[in-house]
C-alpha cells in the first residue's frame, strides 16, 4: 500500500472538480455560421502565413484583434462585445459556449491595461515597447479568462512543489529561489511565449494587476516601470534558465500523471500492474503522434520560410541577376531552391525518438511522485549553481566562439564561391540556411521534451554542434528581429483583414435582420 503523497492528494481534489456551470437563464454569445465560415478560413489562411506555436494561435488572435479594434476609439465595452464574437466566428470557441457576462468582464480587464496606457500617454511616457507590453498583458488576460488554465496550473504547481526542496542553487535569498523554481516549471511544463511567461509572473507577484478594479489604472501606472523591472530581472535571472534547462526532462511525467487522472481519476494509481501498463500505453501512444507532429509541423515551417522570406529573396536575386548579368544564373538559384528543404528535411530524419528505456524512467518517476517512501531514483537533489570563471578564461573563450563564426561562415563563403555564387545569391543563401537550421533544431527540441533519460552526446555530435552552432545562433536572431518583415502579413493585416472583418459583420447584421423580419411574419 502507497503512503500517499498529499501534494498529489491536492492535485487530484483539483483534477475533480466539475466545471462550473452557467445558469440556464444566463444569455450566450451567438454568431451566423454563415459568417462563421467566412471567419474561420480566414484565419486558417493566416495562420498558414504566420508561423506560430498551436497552442498560441488564439492568445496572438486576441491580441491581433485588441491591435486593430484600439486604432478607432471605440469603447472598451464595445471593444469586448467584438472581440469576443470574432473569437467566436473564428472557432476558437463554439458557438453559445461564453456568457454574455464573460463581455462584462473582458472590458474590465482593458480597462486596467488600456487605461495605464492611457495615462501614460497622457503624461507623455508611454513608448511603443510600453504600448505593445501593455497590449501583450490584455491579451493573455483576456485568453485566460475566456478559456481558464486551472488544471494546467495545478499541474505547474504539483510539479514546483515536487521539485523545489530537491534544488541547491546557492542563492541565498531563498524567495528568491522559490520563484525561480516556480518560473523554471511553468516554462517547461506551458511552454509559454515571452508575453504569456511575463504574464504568470505579473499575476502571481503583483496581484492588484489582476484584481481589474475599478478606477484603479492611476494607482498601476504610478508603479507601472517599477512593476515591469522587476518582472524581467525575475525571468532574466541567471538561475532560471539553467532550472528551465534541468527541468525540461521532468516534463513527460508530469504530462502522463496529468493525462492518466484527466482519463481514469485516481483509482488506477493504486493498482501498479494498471497503471504500468497505461503509463506504457500512454508513452507508445505519445511517440507516435510526436512522429505525425512532427512531419506536419516541418511541412508547416517551410512553407512559412517560403513564402515570408524566400519569396521575397527571389524577388531580390531575379532581377539582380538580370541586371548584372543579362541572365539568370541557374545554379544559385537551383541550389537556393532544393537546398533548404533538403536540409530540413534532413534535420527531421535525424531526430531520435525515446524508446523501451525511457517508458521505463517515466514510470519510475511517476511511481516516485505517487508514493512518498518510494525510492528516489528520479528526483533527487540536483545543484544548479551559476558558472563563474575567471575574467581570462571568459575572455579566451568568447575569442574561440568568435573563431567558431568565422570558420563556419567562412566554409560556407568558400563552397559558395567555388559554385560562382555572386554577393546577392549568397546572402539570401545563408539566410536561408540559418533560418532553416534554427527551426529544424526547434523541431527536434519539440522531440526532447519526451525524453526523461539523460543523454551524453558523442564525439561526432559534439563536432556538428560546434560547426551549426554559430549558424542556428544567427538564425535565432534573424528568426526573432527580421520576422517583421513578412509582406504577405503586411498585407493581411493591413489591405485585408479589416475591410474583411467590416463585410464580415456587415453579413452578421444582414442576417440578423432577415431573421427579425422572418420573426415578423411569424
Same mark, same amino acid.
Given at each position: 500500500m502507497h503512503e500517499k503523497n498529499e501534494k498529489?492528494?491536492?492535485?487530484?481534489?483539483?483534477?475533480?472538480?466539475?466545471?462550473?456551470?452557467?445558469?440556464?437563464?444566463?444569455?450566450?454569445?451567438?454568431?451566423?455560421?454563415a459568417s462563421s465560415a467566412l471567419a474561420f478560413y480566414y484565419e486558417k489562411i493566416r495562420n498558414i502565413i504566420d508561423y506560430q506555436d498551436e497552442h498560441l494561435l488564439r492568445q496572438n488572435a486576441i491580441k491581433r484583434i485588441l491591435s486593430r479594434r484600439l486604432i478607432f476609439q471605440e469603447s472598451r465595452s464595445?471593444?469586448?462585445?467584438?472581440?469576443?464574437?470574432?473569437?467566436?466566428?473564428?472557432?476558437?470557441?463554439?458557438?453559445?459556449?461564453?456568457?454574455?457576462?464573460?463581455?462584462?468582464k473582458v472590458a474590465e480587464i482593458l480597462d486596467t491595461f488600456v487605461g495605464v496606457a492611457e495615462t501614460l500617454r497622457q503624461n507623455h511616457k508611454l513608448s511603443d515597447?510600453?504600448?505593445?507590453?501593455?497590449?501583450?498583458?490584455?491579451?493573455?488576460?483576456?485568453?485566460?479568462?475566456?478559456?481558464?488554465?486551472?488544471k494546467e496550473e495545478a499541474l505547474v504547481h504539483l510539479?514546483?512543489?515536487?521539485?523545489?526542496?530537491?534544488?541547491?542553487?546557492?542563492?541565498?535569498?531563498?524567495?528568491?529561489?522559490?520563484?525561480?523554481?516556480?518560473?523554471?516549471?511553468?516554462?517547461?511544463?506551458?511552454?509559454?511565449?515571452?508575453?504569456?511567461?511575463?504574464?504568470?509572473?505579473?499575476k502571481h507577484t503583483f496581484p492588484e494587476w489582476t484584481a481589474y478594479a475599478k478606477n484603479h489604472s492611476d494607482l498601476l501606472t504610478e508603479s507601472y516601470e517599477r512593476t515591469r523591472a522587476s518582472i524581467e530581472a525575475l525571468i532574466k535571472h541567471p538561475l532560471n534558465r539553467r532550472l528551465t534547462q534541468a527541468f525540461r526532462r521532468f516534463r513527460i511525467p508530469f504530462f502522463i500523471l496529468h493525462t492518466i487522472i484527466k482519463k481514469h481519476g485516481n483509482a488506477v494509481l493504486e493498482q501498479d500492474t494498471q497503471l504500468e501498463a497505461e503509463i506504457t500505453r500512454l508513452c507508445e501512444s505519445l511517440y507516435q503522434m510526436q512522429k505525425k507532429r512532427l512531419v506536419s509541423r516541418t511541412i508547416r515551417a517551410f512553407v512559412y520560410i517560403?513564402?515570408?522570406?524566400?519569396?521575397?529573396?527571389?524577388?531580390?536575386?531575379?532581377?539582380?541577376?538580370i541586371l548584372t548579368l543579362g541572365h539568370v544564373?541557374?545554379?544559385p538559384l537551383i541550389v537556393n531552391v532544393v537546398f533548404p528543404p533538403a536540409l530540413l528535411l534532413a534535420i527531421t530524419l535525424s531526430?531520435?525518438?525515446?524508446?523501451?528505456?525511457?517508458?521505463?524512467?517515466?514510470?519510475?518517476?511517476?511511481?516516485?511522485?505517487?508514493?512518498?517512501?518510494?525510492?528516489?531514483?528520479?528526483?533527487?537533489?540536483?545543484?544548479?549553481?551559476?558558472?563563474?570563471?575567471?575574467?581570462?578564461?571568459?575572455?579566451?573563450?568568447?575569442?574561440?566562439?568568435?573563431a567558431l563564426f568565422a570558420v563556419s561562415f567562412g566554409a560556407i563563403i568558400w563552397v559558395l564561391r567555388?559554385?560562382? *555564387?555572386?554577393? &546577392? %545569391?549568397?546572402?539570401?543563401? #545563408?539566410?536561408?540556411?540559418?533560418? @532553416?537550421? *534554427?527551426?529544424? &533544431? %526547434?523541431?527536434?527540441?519539440? #522531440?526532447?521534451?519526451?525524453?526523461? @533519460?539523460?543523454?551524453?552526446?558523442?564525439?561526432?555530435?559534439?563536432?556538428?554542434?560546434?560547426?551549426?552552432l554559430p549558424i542556428i545562433q544567427v538564425g535565432h536572431w534573424l528568426s526573432f528581429n527580421i520576422s517583421r518583415i513578412n509582406i504577405f502579413i503586411f498585407l493581411f493585416d493591413v489591405l485585408i483583414e479589416l475591410p474583411f472583418q467590416a463585410l464580415v459583420e456587415i453579413t452578421e447584421e444582414w442576417f440578423s435582420f432577415l431573421k427579425e423580419k422572418k420573426e415578423e411574419i411569424d
Open positions: 498529489l492528494q491536492r492535485y487530484i481534489r483539483i483534477m475533480m472538480e466539475k466545471k462550473t456551470v452557467v445558469p440556464a437563464d444566463e444569455p450566450m454569445m451567438s454568431v451566423s455560421e464595445d471593444i469586448a462585445d467584438a472581440l469576443v464574437k470574432e473569437l467566436i466566428r473564428s472557432r476558437y470557441f463554439s458557438n453559445n459556449t461564453i456568457p454574455t457576462s464573460a463581455v462584462v515597447a510600453d504600448e505593445e507590453w501593455l497590449l501583450g498583458m490584455s491579451a493573455c488576460a483576456i485568453d485566460e479568462l475566456l478559456a481558464p488554465l486551472t510539479m514546483y512543489e515536487q521539485l523545489v526542496d530537491s534544488v541547491e542553487s546557492g542563492v541565498e535569498d531563498d524567495k528568491l529561489r522559490r520563484q525561480q523554481v516556480y518560473i523554471a516549471t511553468y516554462r517547461v511544463l506551458l511552454r509559454p511565449d515571452a508575453l504569456r511567461l511575463r504574464f504568470f509572473v505579473l517560403f513564402l515570408t522570406k524566400m519569396v521575397l529573396g527571389f524577388a531580390i536575386e531575379l532581377p539582380y541577376d544564373n541557374s545554379l531526430v531520435k525518438f525515446p524508446k523501451k528505456d525511457n517508458t521505463a524512467m517515466i514510470v519510475t518517476a511517476i511511481k516516485e511522485m505517487i508514493d512518498v517512501n518510494a525510492p528516489m531514483a528520479v528526483f533527487t537533489p540536483q545543484r544548479y549553481r551559476e558558472k563563474k570563471r575567471s575574467r581570462t578564461l571568459t575572455v579566451i573563450f568568447t575569442i574561440l566562439h568568435l567555388k559554385l560562382q *555564387f555572386n554577393a &546577392v %545569391s549568397g546572402v539570401i543563401f #545563408v539566410l536561408f540556411v540559418c533560418l @532553416i537550421t *534554427f527551426f529544424g &533544431v %526547434s523541431l527536434r527540441r519539440s #522531440v526532447r521534451d519526451f525524453i526523461i @533519460i539523460k543523454s551524453k552526446p558523442s564525439f561526432i555530435a559534439l563536432f556538428f554542434d560546434s560547426f551549426f
